[in-house]
């Protein structure tokens, strides 16, 4: 599944498509609009087709989030089309990317999100619409400043709705009204 026929400005384009169509236009994440919005997400596609390299990005983009102060993002989107293609594959990096954010002092700090073309929650059938939800074009690793996060939770009324609005949302567009969102 590697993409080297796709430039890194097509590959971001087809994340940007994926958070217009899907993330802001089915209301999956409330908060996404005004961060998309005001441009402060910045978007890295790695070439690494390695785990360990991966890892190695990760690391650098923690700690280039965890020392911006208003330097033009709060938000990044680490893609990686070359490397953790397989679901369970990226669901066992999760950890050590995790790991990776305690032992650099950012519990509390960076949150990691996780989107996959093939993701699925624990407990679900792959068919299952609720997976779409954590569903994107390419493999990527969301990192978020909790501080955003936090901002963005207290000035939201209903935060324990989202996940079962969600749910309702993607059950009643189903599999063809997904597809047919791309």
Not at 79 to 100: G, K, R, S, T
Not at 140 to 160: G, M, N, R
Request: net charge negative.
């Amino acid at each position: 599944m590697l993409h080297k026929d796709q430039t890194d400005e097509e590959i971001i384009q087809s994340i940007r498509v994926w958070i217009e169509r899907s993330v802001i236009g089915l209301n999956l994440c409330p908060f996404a609009k005004p961060v998309y919005s005001k441009g402060l997400i910045r978007y890295v596609v790695t070439r690494v087709s390695l785990e360990e390299a991966l890892l190695l990005d990760l690391k650098r983009e923690l700690e280039d989030l965890a020392g911006q102060t208003l330097n033009g993002y709060e938000t990044v989107l680490l893609i990686h089309p070359n490397v953790l293609c397989d679901f369970l594959d990226y669901n066992d990096f999760l950890n050590p990317a995790e790991q990776l954010v305690s032992s650099l002092g950012l519990d509390g700090i960076i949150q990691i999100a996780s989107f996959h073309p093939d993701y699925q929650f624990a407990g679900t059938m792959q068919t299952d619409m609720r997976n779409y939800t954590n569903r994107s074009p390419f493999p990527l690793l969301h990192l978020l400043l909790e501080d955003s996060i936090d901002k963005a939770v207290d000035s939201y009324p209903d935060i324990d709705k989202i996940l079962n609005r969600n749910i309702k949302t993607m059950n009643k567009l189903g599999l063809d009204g997904w597809n047919n969102l791309s």
